[in-house]
């Protein structure tokens, strides 16, 4: 808890950390308890095996994904799925969001740095 208060809010100085052990080559979906955070960092410390990661979100949005600080190109849209192609995994980064079921996916490989970050959109 942070010793700073704003009113009706704590300063929230320091950044929350959610840290979890998982197993590589694994595919997770990682369902939250409250309202998501604006802004989320993904790191998967390790040495091998890359993981993809699906976040249900409550709310209608966008997402943009952000590694190192360089925004990720959304996966290539599939006509046939009528959504972005599904993650081939070959790179930290490759994402899509299912609007309509407002899903993000992401993959996430070793000693890579994703930031989720939400969009302006209508």
């Known amino acids: 808890m942070d010793h700073v208060w704003d009113g009706f809010y704590s300063g929230q100085l320091r950044l ?3 840290p979890a052990l998982i197993e590589g080559d694994e595919d997770y979906t990682i369902q939250y308890t409250g309202t998501p955070p604006g802004n989320m960092r993904y790191k998967l410390d390790g040495d091998r095996g890359g993981s993809m990661l699906r976040i249900p979100y409550p709310n209608a949005g966008a997402y ?7 925004l990720q190109k959304v996966s290539k849209w599939d006509a046939d799925l009528g959504t972005p192609g599904v993650l081939q995994k070959r790179r930290c980064g490759e994402n899509r969001f299912l609007g309509i079921l407002n899903i993000l996916e992401i993959y996430l490989t070793p000693g890579c740095e994703l930031t989720v970050k939400p969009k302006d959109a209508i």
């Open 16 to 18: 929350s950390r959610f």
């Open 64 to 70: 943009a994904v952000y590694e190192d600080g360089d």
